[in-house]
């Protein structure tokens, strides 16, 4: 079963600090890997896009990195802002499913003053 | 203006009352989701449209129906709403690809009582 694990379940941090969220997953064969934001009372928005051969990819302070060999991502904020308060959501799509997206629980981010 | 948008974006019903929830998209795409949300299980696909001649069911489909009376439009029904279907849906559209970037509504949070 195609699963997608998501860690921490909630994190706090200090404004202007970083932090990892990480996801693990399950899915195969792997197409590609997203991680969405979703604000509080809003829909999700996605952040970045990874396929197979990436490894890396940046927008802006958002950074995620793609282990496709172990099955692991993990999504990578720089000098948090009050505004990166919200659920990080980690998608994962199979080559098998064009349309079936395997989403994790999410990660809730408080960044506080 | 939203590309997507859900109406109504809150709705307070009664057990047993027929709820209908309608999505409009301007991004052009074929395809259409609708997903609910709840704390600590993230999202889950209600029903799927590839195009107006083809609806299918997600993974909870049981208790609702879906109409895609355009390509533009999406309505979700819940036929008789019990208490266990108050949580946040969301509409979602995408273009023809794996594994595509879907693109979100703002919501709409639904309580039944």
New interface residues.
């Given amino acids: 079963k195609n699963q997608v694990e998501q860690s921490p379940q909630s994190l706090i941090i200090l404004e202007g600090k970083n932090c990892t969220l990480q996801c693990n997953y399950t899915v195969s064969p792997f197409?590609?890997l997203?991680w969405y934001k979703q604000d509080t009372?809003?829909?999700?928005?996605?952040l970045t896009?990874m396929t197979f051969s990436e490894n890396t990819k940046s927008n802006g302070r958002y950074t995620a990195t793609l282990d496709a060999d172990t099955k692991q991502s993990s999504l990578h904020i720089t000098a948090s802002q009050l505004s990166d308060s919200a659920s990080y959501?980690c998608v994962v799509?199979?080559?098998n499913s064009?349309?079936?997206?395997n989403?994790?629980?999410?990660t809730s981010l408080l960044v506080t003053p | 203006d939203a590309d997507v948008t859900q109406t109504p974006r809150n709705r307070i019903t009664k057990t047993g009352k027929r709820i209908m929830l309608e999505c409009s998209q301007t991004k052009g795409h074929d395809r259409m989701y609708w997903y609910r949300q709840d704390p600590g299980l993230g999202l889950r696909l209600i029903y799927y449209s590839f195009d107006v001649k083809d609806i299918n069911k997600g993974e909870i489909s049981d208790g609702y129906s879906v109409s895609r009376q355009a390509q533009a439009k999406f309505s979700l029904s819940l036929e008789s709403a019990i208490p266990n279907q108050t949580a946040l849906y969301f509409c979602a559209t995408s273009e023809k690809a794996v594994g595509p970037e879907q693109f979100f509504g703002p919501g709409t949070r639904l309580t039944v009582l």
């Avoid at chain 1, 009372?41 to 996605?46: A, D, I, K, L, Y």
């Avoid at chain 1, 064009?98 to 997206?101: I, N």
């Avoid at chain 1, 989403?103 to 999410?106: I, P, T, Y």
Wanted: no cysteine.
């Fill in positions: 197409s590609n997203r009372g809003r829909g999700p928005v996605s896009i959501i799509s199979a080559f064009g349309y079936a997206l989403f994790g629980k999410g």
